[in-house]
């Protein structure tokens, strides 16, 4: 089997309009949940998440461009314009026509949705614009990516709730370690800030009103955010023979359902998805020094997580550090796990663990070290990414240092 690198990462997310930017404030421990702004705010109970600020589509893309594209394509394409400059890739011939993109999503064009309902049923109109199914559909986003990129290999878009971008990035892995695809586009992109998106939400009874404090004592629910991540995953030996920079290596991935309950976690379900990841990148338990937590903010959520890591790590749970940096660009449901994916590549290439912000009291059923408030600078040689989704649908990454 191949061994699969990432040599290109690109995003826009609350916390920064780049990569660079993204990092610079994690590594701070700045938080990018404000409050909404958007039509019909003040019908909201939830008024705040991890919004995008200062974006301008008409600024990036052409309004015939714009006709095409929901919010959510939008981001998805600016942040894979990034990640594959970095790669240095130019995709033609042979390469092209192997190569492919795998994206996460849990809803798609959800913008889109929002605004044709309410010209159909509030403004009484009885037509929409004509492009209106391709841009909301859930492949609309990948679609767009491989036709920018001469992409024709395989190219689909994977939704399984908040665990989607964990679940395209280990489809892409396994292309690239099977052989299938020398190179794959993957990641994850969500934008369900709008009225309808966050009062859907609302009915859950699980958002917080104020901050987002995984872990906390005082944790009182998860906030919402938006935007994508984007990254190309590589051939090593492809890579290392072009003279590629390296960001990090996908070593393992592992997924499994908790058959058991639509929205409450499972231990167990969590527990066989993080020893799956294990056992498929060949680590004992000891070789891990960081997980970036699935961490919502949630009462069950965060003390499940916690209980299954205690599971699977033993005595070395103590030692490790797990962090939520959802507590910083809020959850971006089926896009979360991407951009959670940058936190474990500045840990293992550049030594710094992101913190869990907003914490305030310990909780003895989250009795784990979760980097409370301040980023920490150490060596990390092993990251895992955990995912846990609503239907019970759970995916873990492991990279590590190259």
Same mark, same amino acid.
């Given at each position: !089997?191949?061994?699969?690198?990432?040599?290109?990462?690109?995003?826009?997310?609350? /916390?920064?309009?780049?990569?660079?930017?993204?990092?610079?404030?994690?590594?701070?421990?700045?938080?990018?949940? %404000?409050?909404?702004?958007?039509?019909?705010?003040?019908?909201?109970?939830?008024?705040?998440?991890?919004?995008?600020?200062?974006?301008?589509?008409?600024? +990036? #893309?052409?309004?015939?461009?714009?006709? /095409?594209?929901?919010?959510?394509?939008?981001?998805?394409?600016?942040?894979?314009?990034?990640?594959?400059?970095?790669?240095?890739?130019?995709?033609? %011939?042979?390469?092209?026509?192997?190569?492919?993109?795998?994206?996460?999503?849990?809803?798609?064009?959800?913008?889109?949705?929002?605004?044709?309902?309410?010209?159909?049923?509030?403004?009484?109109?009885?037509?929409?614009?004509? #492009?209106?199914?391709?841009?909301?559909?859930?492949?609309?986003?990948?679609?767009?990516?491989? &036709?920018?990129?001469?992409?024709?290999?395989?190219?689909?878009? +994977?939704?399984?709730? $908040?665990?989607?971008?964990?679940? @395209?990035?280990?489809?892409?892995?396994?292309?690239?370690?099977?052989?299938?695809?020398?190179? !794959?586009?993957?990641?994850?992109?969500?934008? &369900?800030? $709008? #009225?309808?998106?966050?009062? @859907?939400?609302?009915?859950?009874?699980?958002?917080?009103?104020?901050? $987002?404090?995984?872990?906390?004592?005082?944790?009182?629910?998860?906030?919402?955010?938006? %935007?994508?991540?984007?990254?190309?995953?590589?051939?090593?030996?492809?890579?290392?023979?072009?003279?590629?920079?390296?960001?990090?290596?996908?070593?393992?991935?592992?997924?499994?359902?908790?058959?058991?309950?639509?929205?409450?976690?499972?231990?167990?379900?969590?527990?066989?998805?993080?020893?799956?990841?294990?056992?498929?990148?060949?680590?004992?338990?000891?070789? +891990?020094?960081?997980?970036?937590?699935?961490?919502? %903010?949630? @009462?069950?959520?965060?003390?499940?997580?916690?209980?299954?890591?205690?599971?699977?790590?033993?005595?070395?749970?103590?030692?490790?550090?797990?962090?939520?940096?959802?507590?910083?660009?809020?959850?971006?449901?089926?896009?979360?796990?991407?951009?959670?994916?940058?936190?474990?590549? &500045?840990?293992?290439?550049?030594?710094?663990?992101?913190?869990?912000?907003?914490?305030?009291?310990?909780?003895?059923?989250?009795?784990?070290?979760?980097?409370?408030?301040?980023?920490?600078?150490?060596?990390?040689?092993?990251? /895992?990414?955990? @995912?846990?989704?609503?239907?019970?649908?759970?995916? +873990?990454?492991?990279?590590?240092?190259?």
């Amino acid at each position: !089997m191949n061994r699969v690198v990432i040599t290109g990462s690109g995003t826009i997310n609350s /916390l920064g309009h780049s990569v660079k930017e993204t990092l610079e404030n994690m590594a701070q421990g700045l938080c990018g949940i %404000g409050p909404l702004l958007f039509r019909d705010v003040d019908r909201l109970d939830i008024k705040i998440g991890g919004q995008v600020k200062d974006f301008e589509p008409i600024t +990036v #893309f052409n309004r015939q461009q714009l006709a /095409l594209y929901d919010r959510v394509t939008q981001f998805t394409l600016i942040a894979a314009k990034e990640a594959i400059k970095q790669s240095g890739i130019i995709f033609s %011939g042979e390469l092209a026509a192997k190569s492919g993109v795998v994206l996460g999503t849990a809803g798609g064009g959800v913008s889109t949705w929002d605004d044709n309902y309410r010209a159909v049923y509030e403004e009484g109109k009885n037509r929409v614009h004509p #492009f209106v199914v391709p841009k909301l559909m859930n492949n609309a986003a990948a679609s767009h990516v491989s &036709m920018e990129y001469n992409l024709k290999g395989p190219s689909f878009t +994977v939704s399984t709730a $908040c665990a989607s971008s964990n679940h @395209a990035m280990a489809q892409a892995f396994q292309m690239v370690r099977l052989g299938l695809s020398d190179v !794959m586009v993957t990641g994850g992109s969500e934008s &369900m800030l $709008c #009225f309808g998106g966050v009062k @859907a939400w609302e009915g859950l009874r699980v958002m917080s009103k104020d901050v $987002c404090r995984p872990f906390s004592a005082n944790r009182n629910g998860m906030v919402q955010g938006e %935007g994508a991540a984007i990254f190309v995953f590589e051939n090593f030996d492809k890579a290392k023979k072009r003279g590629a920079e390296i960001l990090a290596e996908v070593i393992g991935y592992a997924m499994s359902s908790d058959a058991s309950d639509i929205v409450m976690p499972s231990k167990q379900g969590a527990a066989r998805a993080i020893k799956g990841a294990l056992h498929d990148a060949l680590l004992s338990p000891e070789d +891990v020094q960081y997980i970036n937590a699935h961490g919502t %903010g949630t @009462a069950a959520n965060d003390k499940t997580e916690c209980a299954a890591v205690a599971d699977v790590f033993g005595r070395h749970a103590d030692n490790l550090m797990l962090s939520s940096t959802k507590s910083m660009h809020g959850h971006l449901i089926g896009g979360t796990g991407a951009v959670e994916l940058l936190a474990c590549i &500045m840990a293992v290439k550049d030594g710094i663990v992101a913190p869990t912000i907003g914490y305030e009291e310990a909780d003895p059923e989250c009795a784990l070290d979760v980097v409370p408030n301040q980023a920490r600078e150490t060596k990390v040689d092993v990251a /895992l990414s955990n @995912a846990f989704a609503f239907g019970g649908l759970n995916a +873990v990454l492991a990279v590590r240092s190259v």
